[in-house]
T-cell receptor, first 115, second 110 residues
Framework: DVKVTQSSRYLVKRTGEKVFLECVQD?????MFWYRQDPGLGLRLIYF???????EKGDIPEGYSVSREKKERFSLILESASTNQTSMYLC??????????????FGPGTRLTVL | GQQVMQIPQYQHVQEGEDFTTYCNSS?????IQWYKQRPGGHPVFLIQ?????EVKKQKRLTFQFGEAKKNSSLHITATQTTDVGTYFC??????????FGTGTSLTVIP
């Protein structure tokens, strides 16, 4: 079974702190994604990566950066956390097959609260 | 702005009733995926549709992709309490961008 793990289920940070959210997948998937989920807004793509050291902006990249130094690990960084970044953050991975984006496997999510 | 709209946002049904959620895109889609998220859980892939007019079934679930590849629907026949959750569509447009819909939260009343 594909397993996607995230470093924390719950996280509380203060405004202005630098925050790291880590995601690891064990199925050698090329694609990895970071989403945030807010009530009524569904899942919004922050960044995705289709290969090591490669990244593409999603729908809402402002205030976030990412790092992919190894194939299995994709990190989301909040350089200076703000209260409007309080949300559920979901990481996902998928294989790169013909035809574009394929089935995504999600991690359990990190509920981040910024005070 | 949101590229993929989904309606309704919420749906309450009596157990045994049918349920449908609709997904509409402002642009033509290459493919569309459907996911289910149980309360407190994470999204889990259900199916992917690729062809215009495609219809796929999984037991009581029927998925359709519109002829113009701009809309899709998920229909559940005779809902059960295990169907509770939020159903998301996710579409890839021809520009290789990928968007999730806003989701439909289904409550099944026993």
């Amino acid at each position: 079974d594909v397993k996607v793990t995230q470093s924390s289920r719950y996280l509380v940070k203060r405004t202005g702190e630098k925050v790291f959210l880590e995601c690891v997948q064990d199925m050698d998937h090329e694609n990895m994604f970071w989403y945030r989920q807010d009530p009524g807004l569904g899942l919004r793509l922050i960044y995705f990566s289709y290969d090591v050291k490669m990244k593409e902006k999603g729908d809402i990249p402002e205030g976030y950066s990412v790092s992919r130094e190894k194939k299995e690990r994709f990190s989301l960084i909040l350089e200076s956390a703000s209260t409007n970044q309080t949300s559920m953050y979901l990481c996902a991975s998928s294989p790169r097959l013909a035809g574009g984006f394929n089935e995504q496997f999600f991690g359990p999510g990190t509920r981040l609260t910024v005070l | 702005g949101q590229q993929v709209m989904q309606i309704p946002q919420y749906q309450h049904v009596q157990e045994g009733e049918d349920f449908t959620t609709y997904c509409n895109s402002s642009t033509t889609l290459s493919n569309i995926q459907w996911y289910k998220q149980r309360p407190g859980g994470h999204p889990v892939f259900l199916i992917q549709l690729v062809k215009s007019g495609e219809v796929k079934k999984q037991k009581r679930l029927t998925f359709q992709f519109g002829e113009a590849k701009k809309n899709s629907s998920l229909h559940i026949t005779a809902t059960q309490t295990t169907d509770v959750g939020t159903y998301f569509c996710a579409g890839q447009n021809t520009g290789n961008q990928f968007y999730f819909g806003t989701g439909t939260s289904l409550t099944v009343i026993p």
